[in-house]
T-cell receptor
Framework: GENVEQHPSTLSVQEGDSAVIKCTYS??????FPWYKQELGKRPQLIID?????GEKKDQRIAVTLNKTAKHFSLHITETQPEDSAVYFC?????????????FGTGTKLQVIP | DGGITQSPKYLFRKEGQNVTLSCEQN?????MYWYRQDPGQGLRLIYY???????QKGDIAEGYSVSREKKESFPLTVTSAQKNPTAFYLC????????????FGEGSRLTVL
């Protein structure tokens, strides 16, 4: 089955700096790569996603890149703010027997220091 | 308001007892999922369903069971066969048009005493 690895597990940055979180996946059939943000005590929420036919996508201060050949994708947050502090999860979605199975990475706890 | 509702939010259970977690959505989504969240292990897929009366095992299905009798509902039963049931359980749903774009419930925290 699909395996998604995520690094680093924790990340501390100064406010205003950039943060980068990296993920790799194992199954080349994966075709959709969402990123979720989970604030303390809250549910995960989708913040950005990318499909396998696109190499990069940007939404204000966040961007995601995808390298299908190397099977890795990354989340970039620029000009970090304290409210960016949360746990971030990458995921890979793969067609499976008529279903779409979504496998998550282990998460990155981002701390933005004011 | 459209959304996905899980209940109960907190649940305590004695060893050897089965417990059922409720998940209801009014988003008209076809696909529903159950994940387990443990510290340092991310979200691990237990079961998922795309249509009524059909569901698939995820990566950690042992000791769990589900049903999908209605499109809106996808309850999860944690059985006594589950060795380490204490965890945070998250239910999610998505449309078939945008499968993988998950909407999560607020979660249920199960503690086995």
């Amino acid at each position: 089955g699909e395996n998604v690895e995520q690094h680093p597990s924790t990340l501390s940055v100064q406010e205003g700096d950039s943060a980068v979180i990296k993920c790799t996946y194992s199954d080349s059939a994966s075709n959709y790569f969402p990123w979720y943000k989970q604030e303390l005590g809250k549910r995960p929420q989708l913040i950005i996603d990318i499909r396998s036919n696109v190499g990069e996508k940007k939404d204000q201060r966040i961007a995601v890149t995808l390298n299908k050949t190397a099977k890795h994708f990354s989340l970039h947050i620029t000009e970090t703010q304290p409210e960016d502090s949360a746990v971030y999860f990458c995921a890979a979605s793969i067609p499976s027997g008529g279903y779409q199975k979504v496998t998550f990475g282990t998460g990155t706890k981002l701390q933005v220091i004011p | 308001d459209g959304g996905i509702t899980q209940s109960p939010k907190y649940l305590f259970r004695k060893e050897g007892q089965n417990v059922t977690l409720s998940c209801e959505q009014n988003l008209n989504h076809d696909a529903m999922y159950w994940y387990r969240q443990d510290p340092g292990q991310g979200l691990r897929l237990i079961y998922y369903s795309q249509i009524v009366n059909d569901f698939q095992k995820g990566d950690i299905a042992e000791g769990y069971s589900v049903s999908r009798e209605k499109k809106e509902s996808f309850p999860l039963t944690v059985t006594s066969a589950q060795k380490n049931p204490t965890a945070f359980y998250l239910c999610a749903s998505s449309s078939l048009a945008r499968t993988g774009e998950l909407f999560f419930g607020e979660g249920s925290r199960l503690t086995v005493l």
